[in-house]
């Protein structure tokens, strides 16, 4: 029985480390959190920018388009939460973007 056990745990570790993508969300699959907020540049692991909601959530977009890398940008977003996705950064909760547009402005990705 041990040896069945160890041989799970060690194909489930296997697996877990083979590279697999992170399963992405299908327009009609998890929660869409829509909001304003300000982009942040958090200067650890490597540096990247996040999104800080006026409620103080703070979401992980992986990365952001060039045009919206501004440290305190103000923004207007739509966000599709990734379900069961670990992120390095420890920092926020991941997630996609499925519309971002400054505050101030009509431009959005």
Known sequence: MSRLF???ILLTAMACSAGIPPKRATPDEGIVVRGTG???Y???EGGF???VSDNGRRYDPGSLDEAFQE???RVRFSVRVLEGVMSIRMWG???EVIKLE???SEQEI
Do not use: H, K, M, S
């Open 6 to 8: 160890f041989a799970a």
């Open 38 to 40: 300000v982009v942040t």
């Open 42 to 44: 958090l200067d650890f």
């Open 49 to 51: 920018y996040g999104i």
């Open 71 to 73: 440290d305190g940008l």
């Open 93 to 95: 909760t991941p997630v």
């Open 102 to 104: 400054r505050a101030d």
